[in-house]
């Protein structure tokens, strides 16, 4: 059963759940920044497409869901052919040392088993002045928040395709070696501890 719900159900309810009308601003904000060769990691269902702008030579979308591929490659037809889906895994990013210019992560780095290994090779893939552009939900500044999140996360990462409500984004982006040279943090609508949001641009040290 968890198996069909995993490979099935969870791919369906993570497209419809990230539909989300709350979300738009952020994608619009943080991918309005994008150029050159990009990567976009956990592309999903391929709800960013339609924000890349002109500035982009080429998008790589990288996504361990093979359901979650095949609604992408939907979305992938109105992106004028620009558009590669790759199904692999963040952990081990199929793509030559310093190759690409900008790399995405949005409301992804919660659920990728080990985000340090993930960011450590979005830092190898990167170019000499390359960025990583993100906007991701994880551990709220307030006690209160921070102690839910940390109860929730166990049986929430069990229903939610491994999400962790918990994740110190800002230090996990430091620890593999980069400098933030934007960051927004604030509570979006909804559940407090779902809902603190990092929202940046980082580059390599």
């Not at 790759?86 to 690409?100: M, R």
């Not at 409301?107 to 390359?130: D, F, M, N, Q, Y």
């Not at 990583?132 to 395709?161: C, I, K, M, N, Y």
């Amino acid at each position: 059963m968890m198996g069909f719900y995993n490979d099935v159900v969870l791919p369906r309810l993570c497209h419809m759940a990230m539909r989300n009308r709350h979300f738009a601003p952020y994608r619009r904000r943080v991918l309005s920044g994008t150029q050159g060769e990009v990567l976009e990691i956990g592309i999903g269902s391929g709800l960013n497409l339609p924000f890349y702008g002109p500035h982009v030579r080429a998008i790589h979308g990288l996504e361990p869901s093979p359901q979650l591929v095949r609604i992408a490659r939907r979305a992938a037809e109105h992106s004028a052919g620009r558009v590669t889906l790759i199904e692999g895994s963040a952990e081990a990013i199929p793509f030559d040392d310093k190759s690409l210019d900008t790399i995405v992560t949005t409301w992804t780095l919660c659920s990728i088993p080990h985000a340090g290994r993930a960011l450590a090779e979005v830092r190898r893939v990167l170019k000499p002045g390359g960025q990583l552009l993100f906007v991701e939900h994880g551990l709220g500044p307030d006690a209160t928040v921070a102690q839910w999140q940390h109860r929730l996360t166990p049986l929430w990462s069990q229903v939610s395709g491994g999400c962790h409500l918990d994740r110190p984004i800002q230090a996990l982006i430091a620890q593999a070696g980069f400098d933030c040279t934007h960051l927004e943090t604030g509570y979006m609508k909804g559940p407090k501890p779902m809902t603190y949001m990092y929202e940046g641009r980082a580059v390599p040290k």
